[in-house]
């Protein structure tokens, strides 16, 4: 689906204890993304169309809603999705692998090996060390391959932009182009489009 099939399935978040109107539900479930999320992709896999993802990687599974909406996407129409989380939530997306353990620890040698799998890979860093994790897994990235990460701003100016932000919260940028780029830098990786990418809060570098 593009995002003006996969919109039918939003509903708001009104939980009045996360004050954050920029939040929805996806399929009943909480996703912690914007909504122009669903545009986003629709961009990128537009931009990525003469060589799609062959396997997607997702940090951070939390309750399933960007799993199941990265599943459901036409950017994942020829991947093989695998998700990672700390903590078992007990949320599995149909027609997806789910793991549970440390990235940094006994689950590495795991993404390093999805990471090297035959085909463009995109890794979409979400979990509770975005940065940490960019930088640690970027020099793993094949020339083509991309790398994510989410709650990002590329600078100050953009934080406090609303016309490109929205309603994101000042205080829930956990990643920043300062933070990323020596070791995006040092491993070839540049950004991608980017402008589009940043309107859902994301940080986008490709391989070289």
């Not at 099939?5 to 399929?27: C, V």
Request: overall charge negative; some cysteine; glycine content about 6%.
């Amino acid at each position: 689906m593009n995002a003006e099939q996969m919109k039918k399935y939003i509903t708001p978040d009104l939980d009045p204890r996360k004050n954050a109107d920029h939040l929805f539900m996806y399929k009943g479930i909480n996703c912690r993304q914007t909504r122009r999320v669903l545009d986003s992709l629709d961009s990128l896999n537009v931009a990525l169309s003469s060589s799609p993802p062959t396997t997607i990687i997702e940090i951070g599974t939390f309750h399933g809603a960007f799993t199941q909406l990265l599943r459901d996407h036409d950017i994942s129409a020829q991947a093989s999705i695998h998700t990672f989380d700390i903590i078992d939530f007990n949320k599995r997306v149909e027609g997806t692998t789910l793991y549970v353990g440390d990235v940094f620890g006994d689950k590495h040698s795991c993404i390093v090996e999805l990471i090297s799998l035959p085909g463009r890979c995109l890794v979409f860093c979400d979990g509770g060390a975005k940065e940490r994790e960019v930088n640690i897994f970027c020099k793993y990235l094949k020339s083509g391959d991309m790398i994510l990460c989410h709650d990002y701003a590329k600078s100050l100016d953009v934080m406090n932009d609303k016309n490109i932000v929205g309603n994101w919260p000042p205080n829930q940028y956990e990643s920043q182009w300062c933070n990323v780029k020596d070791s995006l830098t040092k491993f070839e990786c540049v950004p991608f489009h980017e402008d589009e990418m940043q309107k859902s809060m994301w940080g986008s570098f490709i391989r070289q």
